[in-house]
């Protein structure tokens, strides 16, 4: 329930937009009565619109009293937490004052055109029990109103926290993934340069530096959850580089994806991980090597997919497909996009394995 001073729980009820209400409340009230008198008089036509203009400024004059006095009684009630039985009579209260107050004032204004006017007990009785029940239908139906909205307000403060937890929570899963994920794949980069200065001394110099090429460009976004299409070819088309020069003849590769996907996002490190799974499960076993070809297109569904193909040694392989890195980029994969991306494994023709990665039209987005 929100909290509010005095004045403006008064100001939330007692407001231009409030007084409308009362007034066409009023203007409809009299008019229906004004039907009656039509059926029932033979007053001219002019006489039955000044007696329907001063009904509806009696109706107004009550109607005015008992928004003046709910508005009272709900500033009295935000001072301070009420039991709930004297917070009912406080507004039951307010609303028989207000229904009082408005008879007074009618029978005042009423007086004011003909003196002659005496009170009668029954007329009394009567307008004052009609207008604490419509005042109490009214007040009941603003009451049971603003829990709707206050409730309803509620509701969107838990989703807004829930989201914002969420968020938290798949942001702090990317990023113990990725922290799983980031030595396994630079250790195994480091280890091909030190095989490479052991058998190969005089292009250790030049795959250092082509190496550190490599860590300037992938580390800045090692640390971010998300990388674009285009970074994470870069990053594969540098790794493949440092690869081929160790390997020579035995790896070539090609990559191709069209301009217009290059701004698709994904998790950092996906590409790579599946481009080390293909050099060391599939190529690095046969001594003639082989060729590696990532491929990007956008599916019939207007998503992302991108394939890395090998035609190495496939599933025959001790792994089978199942490794720590092809497991973390599955559960990278659904952190970031549910259900709407996957990581599939396939046999390749004649031989090797197809790794498929099917992201959303979230990712073009």
């Known amino acids: 329930m929100e909290d509010l001073s005095p004045l403006q729980a008064f100001r939330r009820v007692c407001n231009l937009r409030m007084l409308a209400g009362v007034f066409y409340f009023c203007l409809l009230y009299a008019i229906s009565r004004a039907l009656i008198w039509f059926g029932e008089s033979d007053a001219p036509a002019f006489d039955l619109i000044f007696d329907l203009a001063r009904f509806t400024r009696q109706c107004l004059l009550t109607g005015v009293s008992l928004l003046f006095?709910?508005?009272?009684?709900?500033?009295?009630?935000?001072?301070r937490r009420w039991p709930l039985a004297a917070a009912l009579a406080l507004q039951?209260?307010?609303v028989g004052l207000g229904a009082g107050l408005g008879t007074f004032l009618r029978y005042a204004v009423a007086a004011l055109d003909d003196p002659a006017l005496r009170v009668r007990p029954a007329w009394v009785v009567s307008t004052v029990g009609l207008w604490v029940l419509l005042g109490g239908i009214g007040y009941t139906l603003m009451r049971v109103s603003r829990a709707q909205r206050e409730g309803r307000d509620e509701l969107a403060r838990l989703f807004r926290e829930r989201e914002a937890l969420r968020t938290q929570q798949?942001?702090?899963?990317?990023?113990?993934?990725?922290?799983?994920?980031?030595?396994?794949?630079?250790?195994?980069?480091?280890?091909?340069?030190?095989?490479?200065?052991?058998?190969?001394?005089?292009?250790?110099?030049?795959?250092?530096?082509?190496?550190?090429?490599?860590?300037?460009?992938?580390?800045?976004?090692?640390?971010?959850?998300?990388?674009?299409?285009?970074?994470?070819?870069?990053?594969?088309?540098?790794?493949?580089a440092i690869l081929q020069m160790r390997m020579g003849e035995r790896l070539s590769f090609d990559i191709?994806?069209?301009?217009?996907?290059?701004?698709?996002?994904?998790?950092?490190?996906?590409?790579?991980?599946?481009?080390?799974?293909?050099?060391?499960h599939g190529l690095s076993p046969l001594p003639?090597?082989?060729?590696?070809?990532?491929?990007?297109?956008?599916?019939?569904?207007?998503?992302?997919?991108?394939?890395?193909?090998?035609?190495?040694?496939?599933?025959?392989?001790?792994?089978?497909?199942?490794g720590v890195g092809l497991a973390n980029t599955r559960a990278r994969l659904a952190a970031r996009f549910g259900d709407g991306a996957a990581l599939e494994l396939e046999a390749a023709q004649p031989r090797g394995v197809v790794a498929r990665v099917r992201l959303p039209a979230e990712a073009l987005a």
Request: proline share 4%; no cysteine; glycine share 8%.
């Open 69 to 79: 006095t709910v508005a009272l009684a709900e500033a009295v009630l935000a001072r």
């Open 92 to 94: 039951a209260g307010a």
């Open 170 to 240: 798949t942001e702090a899963q990317l990023s113990a993934l990725n922290a799983q994920i980031e030595p396994h794949f630079l250790f195994n980069t480091l280890a091909n340069v030190k095989r490479l200065y052991e058998t190969r001394p005089t292009q250790g110099r030049d795959m250092l530096a082509a190496l550190i090429a490599y860590l300037r460009a992938a580390l800045p976004g090692m640390r971010r959850h998300e990388s674009t299409l285009a970074d994470e070819l870069e990053l594969v088309r540098h790794y493949l």
């Open 288 to 322: 003639e090597g082989g060729r590696i070809e990532i491929r990007a297109a956008r599916t019939a569904s207007d998503g992302l997919q991108v394939e890395v193909t090998d035609n190495g040694q496939g599933f025959g392989s001790a792994s089978g497909g199942a």
């Open 256 to 280: 191709q994806a069209p301009a217009d996907l290059l701004s698709a996002r994904l998790p950092t490190l996906v590409l790579p991980t599946l481009v080390e799974n293909a050099i060391k």
